[in-house]
């Protein structure tokens, strides 16, 4: 008999617009459907949004992917009372939390478990202990976590981490944190990938349009660059701050020789088509727990220019792109290296980002970790 998993996210497809968070719990909840029950409760809005999704709300909804079916429930508010009625009725061997600060999908689910000790909970921080994010609000954030400690909140938990330098992270706010590594799982590698332009450079940008997300650093870096060839930047995620946008246009239109379009934000089925435009993905990222739009940019043959506060590090050596440290002057002289490559130079970044991707990432030793986490 199939074990049973509970998964509780506070957005899950077809919510797209909290990005990376989204795919690392929608790919886990695939993959675990192959050898386990599998169960989602989530919200039934995407992040930001008023207009509830289109989608049945309270009660549980077949959804099928990639692998096998799986059952999840689109609440529009969720209680404790509520809680208790769907892991009376779930009765799951283990819960696996996807946020670190959600009232409806964690705390509460918290509170109701110490009742339950014979339910199993893995936590998923989802890069919330990272720097960067503890920036944010740090003052409540650090009141939070100082109280979880002293309450014995997370005494329970198995930690997820998805990188070495997560599992450092949680180890850091929990000092007694039991922790496991399991990097987070990609979509699956397109069967081929189509040939870019030799006559100009197609740069996508893929995540939310906001301050936090770095993007005039990475578009002053491309402005700034020596390019053989015309540049088109694409940014392509939901706009969360229009007068954020409203500063890139104005940054960009400084150098007519540079195009940029913002698309708007889209669901990750829609991806495919830039991904396989574009010469490379930019990201300029201050904090960076795993990287979906990384890991697929390579799945679709595309080189990354990334920050190196990521997981992924020595790219230069891979020949599948460049991991520079948020400096003007590292990133105008890689930039004018990468906006100088020949077409069979570019050609050949392309196919070994593709067995990067093929080797590195989708991984058998991923795939084992993740499920180590749900062995009771």
Not at 14 to 33: D, E, Q
Not at 314 to 325: F, R, S
Not at 328 to 347: F, I, P, T, Y
Request: proline share 6%; charged share 20%.
């Amino acid at each position: 008999m199939k074990k049973r998993v509970l998964i509780a996210v506070d957005w899950f497809p077809p919510a797209f617009k909290a990005g990376g968070p989204i795919r690392s719990a929608y790919n886990l909840a695939a993959f675990l459907s192959q050898t386990h029950e599998v169960w989602v409760v989530t919200g039934n809005r995407d992040l930001d949004e008023e207009q509830p999704l289109d989608v049945r709300t309270n009660q549980w909804c077949t959804v099928e992917t990639s692998t096998a079916a799986i059952q999840v429930r689109y609440t529009s508010g969720i209680d404790k009372g509520q809680w208790q009625d769907i892991l009376d009725e779930v009765k799951p061997e283990v819960l696996h939390l996807n946020s670190l600060f959600s009232r409806g999908f964690t705390l509460l689910p918290l509170r109701v478990l110490r009742q339950r000790p014979n339910v199993r909970l893995v936590m998923a921080p989802r890069g919330m202990l990272g720097e960067a994010a503890l920036s944010i609000k740090p003052l409540k954030k650090r009141l939070f976590l100082a109280l979880a400690r002293g309450m014995g909140w997370m005494n329970r938990v198995r930690w997820h981490a998805s990188s070495d330098q997560e599992a450092t992270e949680i180890r850091q706010a929990f000092p007694r944190a039991q922790t496991a590594v399991a990097q987070n799982l990609p979509s699956p590698q397109p069967a081929e990938i189509a040939s870019r332009p030799d006559d100009s450079w197609n740069i996508a940008v893929i995540g939310r349009i906001h301050r936090v997300k770095n993007l005039h650093f990475g578009l002053k870096a491309v402005l700034g660059a020596k390019a053989s060839r015309p540049v088109t930047v694409n940014f392509i995620g939901p706009v969360e701050d229009a007068a954020y946008q409203t500063e890139l246009e104005h940054l960009a239109a400084k150098d007519p020789a540079v195009g940029v379009v913002f698309h708007g934000g889209m669901p990750p089925s829609e991806l495919g088509p830039h991904f396989q435009a574009a010469h490379y993905l930019l990201s300029p990222t201050t904090q960076e727990n795993f990287g979906h739009s990384i890991v697929e940019a390579w799945a679709h043959g595309c080189p990354v220019l990334i920050s190196d506060r990521t997981p992924w590090r020595g790219l230069e050596a891979h020949k599948v792109g460049w991991d520079w440290p948020l400096d003007e002057a590292a990133w105008n002289a890689g930039l004018n290296a990468a906006l100088a490559l020949s077409q069979e130079e570019w050609e050949a970044m392309s196919h070994a980002a593709r067995a990067y991707f093929s080797d590195r990432v989708q991984s058998a030793e991923a795939e084992r970790a993740n499920l180590a986490l749900f062995e009771l």
